[in-house]
């Protein structure tokens, strides 16, 4: 990644807004900014220059990692005191607030300790920016989700009757830090038999029978990038009720898929595959939204939803992953990564969607 760049490319981009000084919080977009992986920091963006506050832990690490054009400022007393400092030093009586990292009490301390000083809502310029990926970001994207189908066919050899979902969830894990990657990007769920209904099922010791849906959602973090797929298994055999249920959302989910691409709107997309759901009698059993955008954090925007549109534009990464859960019986969820791209889309996670039984 070339900080030098996004670093300049994010001061521009203030300057538009006339946001200058922007206080930024939150730990992953510092990471997107300067390449710093630590947990304690905050960087500041000044119109005449950038500084990364950090603590003494922090210092050497800092120093050798962050790009020539952001100034460390090793912390003295407290984050504040360091702040109030600097803005005393460049005479500046207001700053702009990064608006989802600040907590409120990091807001209280920083209005008792910074008197006399404005505190503006900053909104969330840097994740906006994050929305579109750049090349290096796309190919790390796209290798992340290299290593999540290959843990899919790696796992097609493993699932069975009595094997537990833990065991499930485990080797996913191992196979992702055997093969590079730093961890899984959220809780693995592995929901077998009426588990699978809940979309957010939390992953137990239960044994995997014959008969059972197990419905697989994972995805790992490499060189910092997420990756998200789901897939939805079946053991030995599959009740009808459940195939008819598995060609819905499949077909819901292609549908959806098909249609990505720039200018479309995120609440159309979401419409196409509810749509297609709604029609064939199951509306009322996909209860959230079809996606949302992937990178260094697993859920970052755009969110793929009925409100809050936002336009698809070339350099997206989004979900698409429609489903369908009948309460206490059985669930189906499908989920592809997908890139928009000048012509369309690329599908990222290549994983078979054919109905699969074990
Ligand atoms: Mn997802």
């Keep these: 990644m070339n900080y030098r760049t996004r670093i300049k490319k994010i001061q521009k981009h203030l300057s538009e807004k006339k946001q200058f000084p922007y206080l930024v919080a939150s730990l992953i977009n510092i990471k997107y900014c300067t390449g710093f992986e630590g947990s304690y920091g905050y960087l500041i963006f000044f119109e005449d220059e950038t500084v990364f506050i950090s603590d003494s832990r922090y210092e050497e690490y800092a120093l050798m990692i962050l790009p020539d054009i952001v100034r460390f400022v090793l912390q003295q007393k ?4 360091s702040l109030k400092s600097l803005l005393k030093e460049k005479k500046i009586k207001k700053i702009f607030l990064e608006e989802h990292s600040i907590t409120l009490s990091q807001y209280k301390m920083l209005k008792n300790e910074c008197k006399g000083i404005a505190f503006n809502y900053g909104g969330d310029v840097i994740n906006e920016l994050r929305i579109i990926k750049d090349d290096d970001e796309i190919e790390t994207i796209k290798k992340a989700a290299q290593i999540t189908d290959a843990c899919f066919n790696h796992l097609l050899k493993i699932i069975k009757p009595g094997v537990t979902e833990w065991d499930i969830a485990i080797e996913i894990e191992y196979f992702y830090k055997k093969h590079g990657c730093q961890g899984t990007s959220f809780d693995t769920i592995v ?28 995805g790992c973090i490499f060189k910092g990038y ?9 053991i030995k055999n599959i009740p009808d009720s459940v195939n008819t249920i598995y060609s819905i959302v499949k077909e819901a989910q292609k549908r959806a898929v098909d249609a990505v691409k720039a200018g479309l709107t995120t609440n159309k997309l979401d419409s196409i595959a509810r749509d297609f759901i709604a029609a064939n009698g199951y509306g009322d059993l996909f209860g959230h939204s079809l996606g949302h955008g992937v990178g260094l954090d697993v859920h970052e925007l755009p969110a793929v ?11 997206m990464v989004i979900t698409i992953e429609p489903g369908i859960y009948i309460p206490k019986k059985a669930g189906v969820r499908i989920e592809d990564m997908v890139l928009v791209t000048s012509s369309g889309h690329e599908v990222l996670t290549k994983s078979t969607k054919e109905l699969i039984i074990l």
């Design 305 to 315: 939803k009925q409100n809050g549109a936002m336009v698809l534009k070339k350099g």
């Design 191 to 218: 929901a077998s038999g009426a588990g699978s209904s809940m979309p957010h099922y939390k992953t137990g010791i239960k044994k995997i029978k014959a008969g059972e849906p197990v419905l697989i959602d994972m």
């Design 226 to 234: 997420c990756s998200d797929i789901t897939r939805t298994v079946f």
């Design 78 to 81: 407290d984050f504040f005191t």
